[in-house]
């Protein structure tokens, strides 16, 4: 079964940057789309970006759009959310989720059939 896990949530100044990662335990992410989503206590979960499996095609939430940056590493397996210029409203609970299946292209407004338990980010002074 496949098996998300997520790291490198913490507390950050607003201006401040953060590294999220996201590892698969003991299968491969080469062939699933990833996404990581976020959900604000007292809000709706919103899709913050997406990756590709088979051409690395990213995809990005307006809100984040020129401050976050997905990116697949093949040899580590893992995906990242490199996040800079973080603003209080980026506040949530972040969680990496994968397709059943690989594309070239990626959407957030799909099914996602595995989720990991998710990393807390808090933007504040």
């Known amino acids: 079964q496949l098996q998300l896990v997520e790291s490198g949530g913490g507390l950050v100044q607003p201006g401040g940057s953060l590294r999220l990662s996201c590892a698969s335990s003991g299968f491969t992410l080469d062939y699933n789309n990833i996404a990581w989503f976020r959900q604000a206590p007292g809000k709706e979960r919103e899709g913050a970006s997406c990756i590709s499996a088979h051409s690395d095609t990213t995809k990005y939430a307006d809100s984040v759009k020129g401050r976050f940056t997905i990116s697949r590493e093949n040899a580590n397996n893992g995906v990242y959310l490199q996040m800079n210029n973080l603003k209080p409203e980026d506040t949530a609970v972040y969680y990496c989720?994968?397709?059943?299946?690989?594309?070239?292209?990626?959407?957030?407004?799909?099914?996602?059939?595995?989720w990991g338990q998710g990393t807390q980010v808090t933007v504040s002074s």
């Open positions: 989720a994968a397709t059943s299946y690989g594309s070239s292209w990626c959407s957030v407004f799909i099914e996602y059939h595995y």
